[in-house]
């Protein structure tokens, strides 16, 4: 999400005669895009900024603003805390940036925090940073109304609001007319997107009959775009159990350029730590989900996010969640130990007491399982014939592409004559639990 809004700044910023460096000694001006989610988030934030003390030295010119969710969390606490910040800007108020950057060239300190409720960037068409010009990120909802008691996205990022399924389909031209191969949709909650003519999700009760009748929700607007853009491959992330439908599922399966994986996080295998970190569904639900996603797409790629040490998590819950991820045997996941977000319910509410090391054990548990599982789901490809998008060289042989298959596996195969933004009919050969390795039998058609 931080990386397609820098991609939002760096429009709004090239429009006020900013230009993109790489190299922060030539820069006029740094932004820290910032993240809250977790402490060891912040911390690097902090320890980032430290590094620019000696930038600031050789150049006074030099202004650094920090960004996006701690921006959003600690205001103008940040400007007390970092002497070296002249700028502190929230999620929603990027286009206030010209005009916060030219007090800040008067040498006053800036900052707006103001939170939206409506989609803030729809007209913006973003400047695409890392471009490889295959794969793009595409924003299509913000905020979250979940508030599970361990999250500080509720608070940094605001109420849930979707954007228009016409700005979605106008940014989606344009990255189709630059030869765009990918799009992933993103959103914290993409199933809950809903539009009805702009305005907070919570306030689509109150809408009149006629928006209602004509409201589009996630499962509507994925078939929209995937019939328009047929050539393009489309991903989605994040999604939340219980707001998935099975009419997305069943879109999935419909159109072959929707691609066969589900990020679909649980977070806790217990039903007890579950309804304590208000996730509004149960073990049992969630599995009724994945049985249906595989029932409906047999080879669906499935990946998740676990917490390991939420309070008075006790050895039972967490072999809950060993016994969870057994039933499902996921392909791959986002694995965290609990760390205590300030203004929580959970920080509010509960203690943190499972101890560090506890923590850390049960994590290394759940990645050790994880691999496991990673390298068995694996091997279900070796002896497959599966369609590519080439995407960059392998870290580790310049002789070889890296890219992925619709189920989100990464793929390595010899060079040969193919290019980045291919789709390749790869044959798996051997695999491990984070790659698949194969090679080229006949030159394949692009989708
Ligand atoms: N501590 C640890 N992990 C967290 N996540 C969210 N909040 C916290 C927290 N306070 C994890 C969840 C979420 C992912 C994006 O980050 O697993 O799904
Ligand atoms: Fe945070 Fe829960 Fe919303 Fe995800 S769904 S952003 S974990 S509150």
Not at 53 to 73: I, P, Q
Not at 120 to 148: E, K, L, Q
Request: hydrophobic share 30%.
């Amino acid at each position: 999400m931080n990386f397609s809004d820098s991609e939002v700044v760096a429009s709004i910023l090239k429009n006020k005669g900013y230009e993109l460096t790489d190299n922060s000694k030539d820069a006029s001006l740094i932004l820290l895009n910032t993240c809250s989610i977790r402490d060891k988030a912040e911390q690097t934030v902090r320890n980032k900024l430290k590094n620019f003390n000696s930038l600031k030295k050789d150049n006074d010119k030099l202004k650094v603003g920090v960004l996006g969710c701690m921006a959003e969390r600690l205001k103008e606490k940040f400007l007390e805390e970092e002497k070296i910040v002249d700028l502190v800007v929230g999620p929603d108020s990027y286009k206030d940036l010209p005009n916060l950057l030219n007090e800040v060239e008067n040498n006053q300190r800036a900052v707006n925090v103001i939170l939206s409720k409506s989609e803030t960037y729809g007209d913006i068409s973003p400047v695409r940073i890392h471009n490889n010009g295959i794969s793009a990120f595409v924003s299509i909802t913000r905020g979250c109304d979940n508030m599970c008691t361990f999250c500080v996205v509720p608070f940094t990022r605001g109420r849930e609001r979707s954007r228009s399924p016409e700005s979605i389909i106008r940014e989606m031209q344009e990255l189709s007319d630059k030869g765009y191969k990918e799009v992933t949709l993103l959103g914290q909650n993409v199933d809950s997107y809903l539009w009805y003519g702009g305005g907070p999700k919570k306030d689509f009760i109150k809408a009149n009959e006629e928006k209602k009748k004509n409201s589009i929700r996630f499962s509507q607007l994925l078939d929209l775009i995937a019939t328009s853009f047929p050539k393009i491959r489309i991903r989605f992330s994040t999604s939340n159990p219980q707001d998935m439908t099975i009419d997305v599922i069943r879109t999935m399966a419909k159109y072959e350029n929707i691609c066969n994986h589900i990020h679909l996080p649980i977070q806790s295998g217990s039903d007890r730590i579950l309804k304590k970190m208000n996730r509004l569904h149960t073990r049992q639900e969630y599995l009724d989900l994945i049985k249906k996603i595989k029932e409906i797409i047999p080879n669906c790629g499935i990946s998740h996010d676990i917490m390991t040490g939420f309070p008075t998590e006790t050895e039972k819950d967490h072999q809950d969640t060993l016994t969870l991820m057994e039933e499902v045997k996921y392909d791959y996941g986002y694995m965290f130990a609990y760390s205590e977000r300030p203004g929580t319910y959970a920080a509010r509410k509960f203690d943190d007491d499972v101890n560090n090391d506890i923590k850390q054990r049960r994590l290394e548990e759940i990645i050790n399982l994880q691999q496991k599982h990673s390298k068995e789901r694996n091997q279900r490809f070796i002896k497959k014939t599966c369609p590519v998008l080439v995407d960059k060289s392998s870290k580790k042989s310049k002789e070889f592409w890296s890219g992925r298959t619709s189920e989100n596996n990464v793929v390595v195969f010899p060079k040969q004559n193919f290019s980045p933004g291919e789709i390749v009919d790869v044959t798996i050969e051997d695999c491990t639990s984070a790659t698949l390795i194969g090679k080229v039998k006949k030159k394949s058609i692009a989708i």
